[in-house]
């Protein structure tokens, strides 16, 4: 009787689970793969920090996932996003700092691994100190970039320490 059971609610479990899901059946999107040296990092300026969309598109609708490549010193200046963003440091250490005014003394260091949440109309800039950062940001869009530069902003590089 055991035996009998033990098959009945075998048979059961594989009727729902095959009714689920068939076992390597497609799913509804396709995986997608993509190996570090194949990420194509484009900069809009030509120096400084460039990026790579990895998936989705920030300027439509949808959830995208982008990385941030900035060079050793390169940074930017006091900006805000029009929609939550959610970042993790892969690589070097990610200097943060909040507000409109550039101050590299109030930068907080986030070493690979660490987590930060730029909440909407947070104003902030961030950047690489002596070595490569990589960032990854993952949100929703469409999503606007708005620039705080005050005049005689710093151009770009942290300043070397004397």
Request: proline content about 10%.
């Amino acid at each position: 009787m055991q035996r009998v059971g033990f098959m009945l609610i075998a048979a059961l479990t594989a009727t729902i689970a095959g009714a689920v899901a068939e076992p390597g059946a497609a799913p509804d999107r396709a995986f997608i793969y993509t190996a570090p040296e194949d990420i194509a990092f484009k900069s809009p300026f030509g120096v400084g920090p460039d990026q790579a969309v990895l998936y989705g598109d920030p300027s439509k609708p949808g959830t995208y996932v982008v990385r941030v490549r900035f060079p050793p010193g390169a940074h930017s200046n006091p900006h805000f996003h029009s929609k939550d963003r959610h970042a993790t440091v892969l690589k070097g250490v990610w200097w943060n700092g909040v507000g409109e005014t550039l101050d590299f003394a109030k930068a907080k260091p986030l070493k690979a691994g660490s987590y930060v949440l730029h909440p909407a109309g947070g104003a902030h800039w961030d950047g690489a100190g002596d070595e490569e950062t990589i960032v990854q940001i993952i949100g929703e869009g469409p999503v606007e970039t708005t620039r705080l530069d005050a005049p005689g902003a710093p151009a770009g590089y942290w300043p070397k320490p004397k």
